[in-house]
Each structure stands twice: as structure tokens, then as C-alpha cells.
């Protein structure tokens, strides 16, 4: 997001995006010698075109609207949990619709493929808008791919909030079995309408490959992440007892329905 300020007040974030790269070299955080110049090449290449494309979507949205309070209650278990906090970046466009753009710092296409294990964190503010601030529609903006998220009715949003909330509230104290990437993976290759509880031999094949990876070419999501690695060391446990597919169902499933049918309202 380095020189988004600059693309906000009309002009060019590349000074900004090369100020940076010259602190990280400072930092040491960029390959020595020779090769610096190249890794900072490699980092400024992209950096235009996102520039442009967030420039045009901030264009679509041109008026900044003041941070909205968010407030939201649910009982799980009889405990009440409530969430306060603030949602921001909101923007209006000329038809007085409110919007918000996010620039992702992970690319959301890779190898052809959305990551949209990246939207989450947008997806969680996505909802909070839809309760705090009215329909909005949330614009992600990477170097590599961009997707948009339509508004919500409000119940839905909160409909779907409750369930995030209590997934949190059962991660407290257990384990859960979920892997995200595994879990998009699996939807992905899941027929349309599909039981979750049913097996579904493509689809359990892509979500072991996403998990297990190809060492030493691939690395999959449990040997990137220590936690993942501990609790569920081999795929067949983490799918043994069928709770995995009902949590992408229930947590996952809503944010790639949400992605598609604002691709298919583009088209």
C-alpha cells in the first residue's frame, strides 16, 4: 500500500514505492550485492499497473466518509460475545453508494489460480460494513488479479458473522480442522450443489495436494505453517471425521459464492 496516499491526492506513488525499497535495502531485508538492484527491480515492476488500477478504483469511488462504529452481539452457549470497532476506508461515489477499496499485498491469482484465502480479512470487513455503514461494496486491488464483493442484505451479513463468531469462539478452546487453502481447494473442485458430506474423489484429491504439497517443489499448507503441522500431521486425520467439510462449508463457502456472483454480475 506504500504510495497510496499519493494515488488518493491525484498524483504518482512511484516515489514513495522507491523511497521504501531503498529502506529495505537499509533494513537488509533485499539480497546483497548486485543483486539488490535486481531484487528492486523485481518488487517496483508490477507497482505502475497497481497504482493505475487502484488509482481508477479510487476515481470510482472519489469521496472519503468518515469511519462508521461497528457494534455486534451473539450469544453462543449461552455466553454473550460482542464486537466493537470501527469501519474504515469507507467511500462514496457520484450515485451516493459507499464502497471501499483494498490493495492486498499477496497477489490474488497465482499460477492461474484466485487465492482467495487473501480475501479473507476483507471479507470479515465486507459483513462488519454491511451493519455499520449500509450496503457496501468492497473492491480488492492486488499486483496480480482483482475481485469485488457486492452488498450484503443485512441479515445475511449477520447471519454469516454469527457463524465466524462461533467458529472463534469453539477455535479457543480446540483445535479446529481447517486448513484454508486445503478448504478452497476442495470447493473449487466440489461439483455445484454438492453434499458436503458425500466424498467426492476430485475434490478430496485437490484439497491432499493443497495440503501435502510436492516437497521438495511444492511446499503444501501444513508444512508452511508449525500449528497446522502439530495438530493435523497427516490429511487423513484432518478429513477423518467429516468436521473439515462442514467448516468450509459453513466459513469458506460464503466468501467464494460472494466472488463468483460479482464475476457473474461483471459479465
Known amino acids: 500500500e506504500v504510495g497510496t496516499r499519493q494515488v488518493l491526492d491525484g498524483g504518482d506513488g512511484s516515489a514513495a514505492v522507491l523511497q521504501e525499497l531503498a529502506a529495505m535495502a537499509r533494513r537488509g531485508e533485499l539480497p546483497a550485492g548486485g543483486f539488490e538492484g535486481l531484487a528492486q527491480a523485481a518488487l517496483f515492476e508490477p507497482l505502475p499497473d497497481l ?3 487502484a488509482g481508477a478504483a ?27 470497532d470501527w469501519v474504515g476506508d469507507l467511500r462514496r461515489n457520484p450515485d451516493g453508494g459507499l464502497g471501499r477499496v483494498v490493495i492486498l499485498a499477496s497477489d490474488l491469482v497465482v ?5 482467495l484465502d487473501h480475501a479473507i480479512p476483507a471479507w470479515v470487513t465486507h459483513l462488519a460494513a454491511q451493519l455499520a455503514a449500509g450496503p457496501v461494496t468492497t473492491e480488492l486491488i492486488a499486483k496480480v488479479g482483482e475481485r469485488r464483493l457486492l452488498p450484503l442484505d443485512p441479515d ?18 480446540r483445535p479446529l480442522p481447517l486448513a484454508v487453502k486445503t478448504g478452497f481447494a476442495w470447493l473449487a473442485a466440489m461439483p455445484p450443489d454438492a453434499d458436503p458430506e458425500r466424498v467426492v474423489d476430485k475434490a478430496v484429491a485437490a484439497a491432499r495436494a493443497a ?3 510436492n516437497p521438495p517443489h511444492a511446499i503444501g499448507e501444513r508444512d508452511g505453517c508449525a500449528a497446522l503441522r502439530r495438530a493435523w500431521p497427516d490429511f487423513d486425520d484432518l478429513v477423518a471425521d467429516g468436521e473439515f467439510a462442514r467448516l468450509v462449508v459453513a466459513l469458506l463457502a460464503p466468501l467464494r459464492a460472494a466472488i ?8
Not at 472519503?64 to 449461552?78: K, L, R, T, Y
Not at 465466524?164 to 477455535?171: D, E, I, K, R, Y
Open 51 to 53: 497504482q493505475a488500477r
Open 111 to 115: 499460477n492461474n489460480t484466485y487465492r
Open 260 to 267: 463468483d456472483q460479482a464475476a457473474e454480475a461483471a459479465q
Open 156 to 173: 445475511e451479513a449477520a447471519a454469516h458473522l454469527q457463524v465466524l463468531m462461533a467458529a472463534w469462539h469453539a477455535g479457543m478452546r
Open 58 to 84: 479510487f476515481a470510482r469511488w472519489p469521496e472519503a466518509v468518515p469511519d462508521q462504529p461497528f457494534e455486534f452481539e451473539h450469544a453462543i452457549d449461552g455466553c454473550p460475545l460482542r464486537v466493537e
Open 211 to 213: 495440503f501435502d504439497g
